[in-house]
């Protein structure tokens, strides 16, 4: 009887110290909210904002910022099939030999840089695009279906100059590293910002974490922005997932999107997940 119970202690004491290590090693998750899939909307009219099919705030498609990826190769009058300014956060290189368009789809791979020797610090290379027009306001969508693999999948806008410093990560999320196939990341940062604008001089964001019902990687879906002078509102699938106030988001962005390399996902290189890839249907812009 009395060995019975101590092989009972030492079983919950087996259970506590297993669940006290998994508290360590894998954090709570703090979501804000969980978004509502039955409400995501079905396309009827590609002219207009998924969220807005009705069109009751008279957006117009501007056609020649936009981008459907049908042609065998990236337009190179509207991005840059790299980042000019950003090599990469290591180990994770941007090299352009992982941007590709097929069958009517932008494709940004993993490792296909071939025999290339890669700069110190970096072991693996993924894409980058950049728009090469800046936009300030409007409505801003892409559909896309994310890596699934241990690399972040963004749509994102920033911009860098002697005065401002900005972000509005539109989509920010890494499905392909397991403990993350739920979470709705949303973010937006201010670097710096002028005096008539905050006077922004230490960089803050404003970071909040979703539930999405589905594992994010499993199919495509529509990420959405709408950003005005007084708000800024993300969306999925046509939902409206969160509203932020405009209180320094007031400087022309660039738009991009990569593939890369984040520690604070957990989303860092596996040699034997090299066959990810991040596919987007279409970029479009409304004003």
Same mark, same amino acid.
Request: aromatic share 18%; with cysteine; hydrophobic share 35%.
């Given at each position: 009887? @009395?060995?019975?119970?101590?092989?009972?202690?030492?079983?919950?004491?087996?259970? /506590?110290?297993?669940?006290?290590?998994?508290?360590?090693?894998?954090?709570?998750?703090?979501?804000?909210? $969980?978004?509502?899939?039955?409400?995501? *909307?079905?396309?009827?009219? $590609? +002219?207009? =904002?998924?969220?807005?099919?009705?069109?009751?705030?008279?957006?117009?498609?501007?056609?020649?910022?936009?981008?459907?990826?049908?042609?065998?190769?990236?337009?190179? +009058?509207?991005?840059?099939?790299?980042?000019?300014?950003?090599?990469?956060? =290591?180990?994770?290189?941007?090299?352009?030999?992982?941007? #590709?368009q097929i069958n009517g789809e932008l494709v940004i791979k993993v490792n296909q840089h071939g025999?290339?020797?890669?700069?110190?610090?970096?072991?693996? #290379?993924?894409?980058?695009?950049? $728009?090469? +027009?800046?936009?300030?306001?409007?409505?801003?969508? /892409?559909?896309?279906?994310?890596?699934? /693999?241990?690399?972040?999948?963004?749509?994102?806008?920033? +911009?860098?100059?002697?005065?401002?410093?900005?972000? *509005?990560?539109?989509?920010?999320? /890494? =499905?392909?590293?397991?403990?993350n196939r739920h979470d709705l990341n949303s973010n937006i940062h201010v670097f710096k910002s002028?005096?008539?604008?905050?006077?922004?001089?230490?960089?803050?964001?404003?970071?909040?974490?979703?539930?999405?019902?589905?594992?994010?990687?499993?199919?495509?879906?529509?990420?959405?922005?709408?950003?005005?002078?007084?708000? *800024?509102?993300?969306?999925?699938?046509?939902?409206?997932? @969160?509203?932020?106030?405009?209180?320094?988001?007031?400087?022309?962005?660039?738009?991009?999107?990569?593939?890369?390399?984040?520690?604070?996902?957990?989303?860092l290189p596996d040699e034997n997940k090299l066959n990810g890839e991040y596919h987007v249907k279409?970029?479009?812009?409304?004003?």
């Open positions: 009887m @009395r060995f019975v119970k101590i092989q009972y202690v030492l079983v919950l004491f087996f259970i /506590a110290t297993k669940v006290i290590a998994q508290d360590l090693t894998v954090p709570p998750k703090k979501y804000v909210d $969980s978004v509502q899939i039955e409400k995501s *909307i079905v396309r009827e009219n $590609s +002219n207009y =904002p998924l969220s807005d099919q009705l069109n009751s705030k008279d957006w117009k498609l501007l056609k020649k910022y936009s981008d459907e990826f049908s042609s065998d190769q990236l337009n190179q +009058n509207k991005w840059f099939p790299n980042n000019p300014k950003w090599k990469g956060r =290591p180990p994770t290189y941007f090299h352009k030999s992982n941007v #590709s025999t290339e020797k890669l700069p110190k610090e970096f072991t693996h #290379s993924t894409g980058f695009i950049k $728009s090469k +027009n800046k936009f300030l306001y409007g409505y801003f969508e /892409a559909e896309a279906k994310l890596m699934d /693999a241990p690399w972040v999948s963004g749509f994102w806008m920033t +911009n860098v100059d002697k005065d401002w410093w900005t972000e *509005i990560d539109i989509c920010e999320n /890494a =499905p392909g590293v397991e403990n002028p005096k008539e604008h905050g006077d922004v001089k230490t960089h803050f964001s404003r970071t909040k974490k979703y539930f999405f019902p589905k594992e994010l990687q499993k199919d495509y879906h529509v990420w959405g922005l709408e950003w005005t002078k007084e708000y *800024i509102r993300f969306y999925i699938d046509g939902i409206l997932f @969160r509203e932020a106030k405009n209180t320094h988001w007031h400087q022309p962005l660039e738009v991009n999107f990569n593939c890369e390399s984040n520690k604070w996902f957990g989303a279409y970029f479009r812009v409304w004003k």
